[in-house]
Antibody, heavy 122, light 107 residues
Framework: EVHLLQSGAEVKKPGESLRISCKASGYSFTSYWIGWVRQMPGKGLEWMGIIYGGDSDTRYSPSFQGQVTFSVDKSINTAYMQWSGLKASDTAMYYC???????????????WGQGTMVTVSS | DIQMTQSPSTLSAFVGDRVTITCRAGQSIGSWLAWYQQRPGKAPKLLISKASSLESGVPSRFSGSGSGTDFTLTISSLQAEDFATYYCQHYYTDPFNFGQGTKLEIK
């Protein structure tokens, strides 16, 4: 069964750094892209970008370029998103999701992680 | 960026009603459109891809149509479990933006 397991909820202070993870199982990690989606409290879904598990090719939404960094560790089938200086406005639920077709970043997300809630507060 | 605009933002309906949600793209996206359902506290779930292809396991009361810039999601006979928020998303060229969502409420 294809599954994405995200790391647990985080509570951080403004200015702190953070890395959250998304561990894939049940498919060939290096053959698929993984995407990241933000959902601020009470708001809609925002596409942040995608990263390819095979070679770390990355596409960021202009809205998030320079705000976050995606990475992967192929040896453990895990994708990461990190911040170097969190802001209160980064408080949100973050989902990882897999596009349905291997090798294609431009396909619908058919598998989703359970989400990681990030709270940034002083 | 291609902006996606959904209407209405909120929709109130009765169980058994037929409802339609509209999604408009800022430029032609062919049929590169997906619809998702999100229940409170849950991750989104893919309902329809390629504008009209129903995902396996999704009830046949859900249907999608459209191409180019105008798309619709129709639920033919609302069931209690359908009250949720629905999002469209294009995947024509990145960034693959979502619409702002349509919250479907029980009347």
């Amino acid at each position: 069964e294809v599954h994405l397991l995200q790391s647990g909820a985080e509570v951080k202070k403004p200015g702190e750094s953070l890395r959250i993870s998304c561990k894939a199982s049940g498919y060939s990690f290096t053959s698929y892209w993984i995407g990241w989606v933000r959902q601020m409290p009470g708001k809609g879904l925002e596409w942040m970008g995608i990263i390819y598990g095979g070679d770390s090719d990355t596409r960021y939404s202009p809205s998030f370029q320079g705000q976050v960094t995606f990475s992967v560790d192929k040896s453990i089938n895990t994708a990461y998103m990190q911040w170097s200086g969190l802001k209160a406005s980064d408080t949100a639920m973050y989902y990882c999701a897999r596009p349905r077709f291997q090798g294609m970043g431009n396909s619908a997300f058919d598998v989703w992680g359970q989400g990681t809630m990030v709270t940034v507060s002083s | 960026d291609i902006q996606m605009t959904q209407s209405p933002s909120t929709l109130s309906a009765f169980v058994g009603d037929r409802v339609t949600i509209t999604c408009r793209a800022g430029q032609s996206i062919g049929s590169w459109l997906a619809w998702y359902q999100q229940r409170p506290g849950k991750a989104p779930k893919l309902l329809i891809s390629k504008a009209s292809s129903l995902e396996s396991g999704v009830p046949s009361r859900f249907s999608g149509s459209g191409s180019g810039t105008d798309f619709t999601l129709t639920i033919s006979s609302l069931q209690a479990e359908d009250f949720a928020t629905y999002y469209c998303q294009h995947y024509y060229t990145d960034p693959f933006n979502f619409g702002q969502g349509t919250k479907l409420e029980i009347k």
